[in-house]
């Protein structure tokens, strides 16, 4: 069996620009667009945000 290469899988934080190995799929605003957040800018943009959406997490090290 032969291993399959894995690509370099990077994004950027929508708020601080900075890459991370996981990112949240969310929209912040109510007819916003679907964007990606770090953990570290989350809970402010998440927290008493009445058209907060969570989308999903993605991550740099996808398996399979």
């Not at 916003?32 to 770090?38: K, L, P, R, S």
């Not at 927290?47 to 907060?52: E, I, L, Q, R």
Request: proline share 6%.
């Amino acid at each position: 069996m032969v291993a399959m290469a894995r690509k370099n899988r990077v994004k950027n934080c929508h708020q601080c620009h900075q890459t991370a190995p996981v990112l949240y799929r969310i929209k912040a605003e109510e007819m916003g667009q679907w964007i990606f957040i770090c953990p570290q800018c989350w809970p402010h943009i998440s927290d008493n945000n009445p058209h907060y959406t969570y989308g999903g997490t993605w991550k740099a090290n996808k398996k399979g």
